[in-house]
């Protein structure tokens, strides 16, 4: 791992400056691991390079896009790009499918700010790491996080090309964002009982049905990968109550909970689990499906983001 500011570490999250955060009686020192790196910090050069980007712009809603799921950003009105390289702690995404920029722009009459480009914790990154986009959204004033993945299709009547409504979700990395010191903005023990936003969720069905979208809600579950399950592991994961599997998410909904934004997800079903189908899985097959459906997915985003 990188020193000088560069990366972010989940586990060794080190604030500086003797401030108190919302989680009274933490010493910030029994936090500060090994890579000794200010988180605050980060987030604040992150932000403060994305502020001056936007310049009047104002976005309230951030949108995630998952692998092979960007073709969002061509809705977008008056966009800028800002690539991640020019942006502070952002690293360059490693994966086939995932872009590596910002884009800022309009959709319908909301200002948006969409991330073209997931950081995983399988790509070795610390879950600090992956959640930097989602504190520095809210750093700069974002409200509602809308989140998409590729997912695999657990329940057996899902078909690849489904899009699921997230209605919960299992974090299944053993990872947590919110590991070490409690940041300034953040909880220590943040409420996960609505984690994917009830009223936005109805928005979303209401959408669906007057858009004439396939529209069915479940449970994602987020597991570490790289690796595909086994099917053994897939029907673990379907009595454990997961209808759709994938490798984020859910520690993106934890970090931006804890900062009270409103989140809602959509899995694209771009393949049917292990087992649940004799096929093999393939990262190419993956993202042919995602990109087929992309243009449905964006459908009901640009319905969303209008009603908001
Ligand atoms: N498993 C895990 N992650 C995935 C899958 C899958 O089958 N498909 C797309 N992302």
């Known amino acids: ?9 989940g586990a060794g999250a080190l604030w500086a400056g003797g401030q108190r955060s919302s989680g009274a009686g933490v010493n910030p020192r029994v936090a500060a691991g090994p890579e000794g790196i200010d988180v605050p910090e980060q987030i604040e050069r992150a932000a403060a390079v994305l502020r001056n ?14 692998s092979g799921l960007g073709s969002f950003t061509k809705r977008m009105r008056d966009a800028v790009s800002i690539r991640y390289r020019d942006i502070p702690g952002f690293p360059e995404p490693t994966v086939v499918g995932h872009g590596g920029e910002l884009v800022a722009g309009a959709i319908g009459g909301n200002e948006v700010l969409a991330q ?3 950081f995983h914790l399988y790509e070795g990154h610390d879950a600090g790491v992956a959640v930097l986009p989602v504190r520095t959204f809210a750093a700069l004033g974002v409200n509602t996080l809308i989140l998409t993945n590729a997912a695999g299709g657990i329940r057996r009547t899902f078909a690849a090309g489904a899009v699921m409504l997230i209605a919960d979700h299992i974090n299944l990395t053993f990872r947590n964002p919110l590991f ?8 220590r023990f943040p409420d996960m009982s609505d984690p ?3 009223s936005l969720r109805a928005l979303a069905r209401e959408v669906a049905l007057q858009k004439r979208v396939a529209l069915n809600q479940g449970v994602y579950v987020q597991v570490l990968g790289p690796s595909y399950e086994t099917p053994a592991e897939i029907r673990m994961l379907d009595r454990l109550g997961a209808d759709a599997v994938g490798m984020s998410t859910a520690v993106e909904v934890i970090a931006a909970r804890a900062r009270g934004l409103k ?13 649940i189908s004799p096929k093999r899985l393939d990262h190419a097959e993956v993202m042919e499906t995602a990109n087929r459906v992309t243009g449905e997915l964006t459908t009901l985003l640009e319905g969303v983001i209008e009603r908001l």
Do not use: Q, W
Request: proline content about 4%; overall charge positive; aromatic content about 4%.
């Open 196 to 198: 994917y936003d009830h």
């Open 116 to 118: 073209s480009g997931r």
């Open 1 to 9: 791992m990188r020193k000088g500011g560069k990366r972010v570490s």
């Open 180 to 187: 070490g010191a409690v940041l300034p903005g953040e909880e």
């Open 53 to 66: 980007r936007l310049g009047r712009r104002r976005p309230k809603i951030a949108v995630v896009l998952g």
């Open 263 to 275: 989140c809602l997800g959509f899995s694209v079903v771009t393949n049917l689990a292990a087992g």
